[in-house]
């Protein structure tokens, strides 16, 4: 998931060599579903992680990447037999590449109900400003 302007043919082959990779790895469902909103001064995160132990959460950016990984442990005792699984286990990563408008010194991070929340604020120079139109004389022209 890309919050950078790019060329759409791009984001839709992304798109679908990942949901591709997914399926050839059986690791279809297996993501961190995502929402991701504009605000004025800020971009918020939303990622799911229901059942996932806040402790083995973990954020971090590196060059411009946020990364989001977290763990689900097996729950099964020893005198228990699984017959279904349905819930992914393991280790769970989501990349997202941030554009140079968004500060990443400034990041924070909140878990709560089975949501992680991500607040990144919005660089200064990339908020939406209104432009001062200058009144002034008009002067003839002489040809």
């Known amino acids: 998931m890309q919050l950078t302007s790019i060329d759409p043919f791009f984001q839709e082959f992304e798109r679908q060599f990942d949901r591709l990779a997914r399926q050839a790895f059986g690791t279809e469902g297996a993501v961190m579903p ?3 909103l504009r605000r004025d001064d800020d971009v918020l995160l939303r990622f799911d992680l229901p059942g996932i132990d806040q402790d083995s959460i973990e954020v971090t950016v ?6 989001v990984t977290a763990r689900r442990e097996e729950e099964v005792a020893e005198n228990e037999r699984l017959f279904v699984r349905e819930r992914p286990m393991g280790s769970f990563t989501r990349r997202v590449y941030l554009s140079e408008h968004l500060d990443s010194e400034k990041i924070d991070a909140g878990y709560a109900n089975g949501v992680l929340t991500v607040r990144i604020p919005v660089l200064e120079r990339a908020k939406p400003r ?7 004389e008009t002067k003839a022209i002489r040809a």
Request: hydrophobic share 30%; aromatic share 0%.
């Open 62 to 67: 590196d060059r411009g990447v946020l990364s």
């Open 130 to 136: 209104k432009v001062e139109i200058q009144r002034g």
């Open 34 to 36: 995502m929402d991701g």
